[in-house]
């Protein structure tokens, strides 16, 4: 079935640096997805990318699909507290979508 | 706007006994997702819809069943709930891009 490997597994930085997290997979995907969940809550939906090579920001947060539709990342610029969470990268291909074993973000004040 | 609604939030069961989650979304979407997550671990699909009236397996079906009657709900059942299937169960629902995601639902089979 489809894979995704999402790396890294954990991060730790100081609020203000810049983060980056990607997604790669053997498999090729119509959409990618990037999520965010706290504790004890659902996954929220932060960005959307629906074509090969697009990018897209929400915020502070970039994101690109990759050119050979098997890969995606995720920036996050000027990281601040509430930024704490663990990041989850999906694909979508005919309906199905497969996640990522997620990066957890630790941001140090 | 309740968006994705599951029931119940919290269930202990004994093993050998049966259950069913209930999803419902008022988002008017066509797909519909049981995930199943475990600590440390990404959610993992068990079964998924693509329509009312249609169901498919997704990459943990084993020892679940789903059933779409109506587009707005998603019904996740266990037959026989074993020690395994101890998890947070989670349903999301999309239009066909991102998944909006209910607040999940914490089973634990003793």
């Known amino acids: 079935g489809q894979q995704l490997n999402q790396s890294p597994q954990s991060m730790f930085i100081q609020e203000g640096e810049d983060v980056s997290m990607n997604c790669t997979s053997s498999s090729i995907f119509n959409t990618w997805l990037w999520y965010k969940q706290d504790p004890g809550e659902g996954p929220v939906l932060l960005i959307a990318l629906y074509k090969a090579g697009e990018l897209t920001s929400n915020g502070r947060l970039t994101a690109q699909f990759g050119i050979t539709r098997k890969d995606s990342f995720l920036n996050i610029s000027a990281s601040i507290p509430s930024d704490v969470g663990i990041y989850f990268c999906a694909g979508t291909y005919a309906g199905k979508s497969t996640f990522g074993d997620g990066t957890t973000l630790t941001v140090k004040p | 706007n309740a968006g994705v609604t599951q029931t119940p939030k919290f269930r202990v069961l004994k093993t050998g006994q049966s259950m069913t989650l209930l999803c419902a979304q008022d988002?008017?979407?066509?797909?519909m997702y049981w995930y199943r997550q475990d600590p440390g671990m990404g959610l993992r699909l068990i079964h998924y819809s693509v329509g009312e009236g249609t169901t498919a397996k997704g990459e943990v079906p084993d020892g679940y069943n789903v059933s779409r009657l109506k587009k707005q709900n998603f019904l996740l059942g266990l037959e026989s709930a074993a020690p395994s299937q101890t998890s947070v169960y989670f349903c999301a629902s999309s239009g066909g891009g991102g998944a909006f995601f209910g607040q999940g639902t914490r089973l634990t089979v003793v």
């Open positions: 988002m008017n979407h066509e797909y």
